[in-house]
């Protein structure tokens, strides 16, 4: 391809989409048919389906946790028009992948140049947490796209434009109204900042450019009153508040929390391998120099200041928000905040590194390593490619059931217990019956054993990942605030879960540090039917 065909495509959005997206479609391509995830299945599928069968923008058959409904209309729309499969739905989420990474590419033409445009574009396009949640039936990449689309108009002073997208933002996620709130804030601080302070760190702008950031919040307000009439809460349901908003009020809790948002947004699953270049390049590299048309040498110039601190308001919005808030500390809900991170890293390889290229080739290969590659400590499956082993697991285990057990009462946990009786999940053809507990600890176990008459079978599996004993699996005092703060436990193995509710182990399977298995109950009612069956 010619130089001026690619500059044309570089310039024109629309075909910049379709490039984006068949990219990544083909990448997805073996995941597009996989039974939903975790939180797919337990909360925005069936949101979504409700929307498509009743009509209902809240949902009735999961409790409603006040997520504002765009994202879950967009996906009825696909399945009203195209049919409802896990390929259409995938299909769908990467239409919204693909339109945030275009947001990340003109955001970053926006403030930079094309070449780091295409060089951050690519890094996150790849970035393991990024790739996994393109294709998942979930909202937190889709809230990030319109946020970028909203910082790249903000800072071309396109004041409807500004509205529009952090509006959109905040009707997917009720989070992303942090972003234009974090820039009016510094808008803000501008306007009482000193006339030298000023100058430096902020456009000059006047002070009507703080409206399009405040007035987002107008439209998420009358979602969260139409859901208070609907539902007598505002924000969700009571459990859903209590775990994600007032059991999280604690110093402790909070001080770990920020540690760890500040590891999502700067070192996790090889992210540090791209922060750390661009910190070596700060301390060790003086900015290169290019030669300019009246044959002067002229230093590459930076994002500009305005830009940066632009950029650190909203990343540091979101890392003291969600450490505040938030019961499950996932590293999706930093979207927004990591490609900024990663734009304004690649700027600094672009401007002082000569074979900046080799670097962010060498980032973008780790980053697809960590596809595939577990890290040495806990994470969550939804994170890379882990999610697939997770599905495959489950899918194997319970097809078995209904093919050998399809009259038992199955003893497990979320989210199997709705895989089991939710056939339109994709796992089974139709429902089996299910007795629940909450994980698989020594605790639960036990307490399920003194109720055995109610279940034939039990499905067990790892419900965290666990990468084995580390160093700091030794301190028995992180242990403790684990469990105290962060829902924290150990699930028994398989052989231990069989003999405490005293069964047999009759399927299991494992993929790199995830397990499950099936364990027939001793005396149970299905036995003693093929008893009597053989008498």
């Known amino acids: 391809m010619r130089a001026s065909s690619v500059y044309s495509i570089l310039r024109s959005t629309p075909a910049l989409f379709v490039l984006i997206f068949l990219a990544i479609f083909l990448l997805h391509a073996p995941l597009l048919r996989l039974p939903y995830f975790w939180d797919e299945a337990g909360y925005y599928v069936p949101a979504a389906r409700d929307i498509l069968l009743a009509g ?18 967009w996906l009825a729309l696909w399945w009203k028009v195209v049919g409802y499969t896990p390929l259409v739905t995938r299909t769908a989420m990467l239409f919204l ?4 990474l275009l947001g990340v590419y003109r955001l970053a033409q926006t403030v930079a140049n094309t070449s780091i445009a295409v060089a951050a574009t690519l890094c996150t396009a790849v970035y393991p947490v990024f790739f996994a949640q393109s294709s998942l039936a979930q909202i937190d990449l889709a809230a990030a796209g319109f946020v970028f689309w909203g910082v790249s108009a903000y800072f071309k002073r396109k004041s409807v434009a500004t509205f529009f997208w952090f509006t959109l933002a905040a009707l997917s996620k009720e989070t992303a109204i942090l972003a234009p709130l974090a820039l009016a804030l510094w808008e803000t601080v501008g306007l009482l900042a000193a006339t030298d302070l000023k100058s430096k760190f902020w456009t000059k702008t006047p ?7 405040l007035l987002p919040m107008f439209p998420l307000a009358l979602w969260y009153g139409y859901h208070y009439l609907r539902t007598g809460y505002i924000f969700g349901n009571p459990e859903f508040f209590r775990y994600n908003v007032a059991s999280t009020l ?3 809790r909070f001080l770990l929390a920020l540690l760890m948002r ?4 700067g070192g996790y699953l090889h992210l540090w391998v791209l922060t750390l270049a661009m910190a070596l390049a700060m301390w060790m590299l003086p900015p290169l120099r290019d030669q300019t048309g009246e044959r002067r040498l002229q230093e590459r110039p930076r994002i500009s200041l305005p830009a940066q601190m632009s950029f650190y308001a909203i990343i540091f919005a979101y890392v003291l928000a969600l450490a505040l808030v938030g019961g499950a500390v996932l590293a999706r809900y930093m979207l927004p905040a990591v490609p900024l991170v990663i734009i304004l890293s690649v700027s600094t390889l ?9 670097v962010v080739g060498f980032v973008a290969l780790a980053f697809v390593a960590g596809w595939f590659w577990n890290p040495p400590y806990g994470f969550s499956p939804e994170d890379n490619l882990a999610y697939r082993d997770y599905v495959v697991l489950h899918e194997n285990a319970e097809q078995f059931l209904e093919a050998r057990y399809p009259m038992a009462r199955v003893l497990t946990a979320w989210p199997a217990s709705d895989e089991l009786t939710r056939p339109w999940l994709g796992y ?6 299910v007795v629940r507990i909450d994980n698989f600890s020594v605790d639960e176990v036990l307490s399920a054993a003194d109720v055995q008459s109610s279940y034939d079978m039990a499905l067990v599996f790892s419900t965290k990942y666990e990468a084995g004993p580390a160093w700091w699996d030794r301190w028995q005092r ?7 703060f962060f829902g924290y436990h150990r699930d028994l193995p398989p052989a231990a879960a069989a003999q405490i509710l005293g069964g047999r182990i009759i399927f299991s399977q494992q993929r790199r540090g995830q397990w499950i298995a099936v364990i027939e109950i001793e005396h149970s009612e299905i036995q003693n039917a093929e008893l009597t069956i053989q008498k």
């Open 428 to 433: 089974l053809t139709r429902p089996m019956r």
């Open 250 to 252: 604690n110093p402790t």
């Open 207 to 213: 002070s009507r450019s703080i409206a399009p950031l």
């Open 478 to 484: 992180w242990t403790k605030l684990k469990r105290r």
């Open 97 to 100: 992948a693909s339109f945030a």
């Open 56 to 73: 209902s923008l809240i949902p009735h058959s999961t409790l409603s946790n006040a997520h504002p409904p765009l994202v879950m209309a």
């Open 262 to 265: 500040l590891w999502q947004v």
């Open 350 to 358: 672009w401007r002082r590194v000569g074979p900046w290229q080799v």
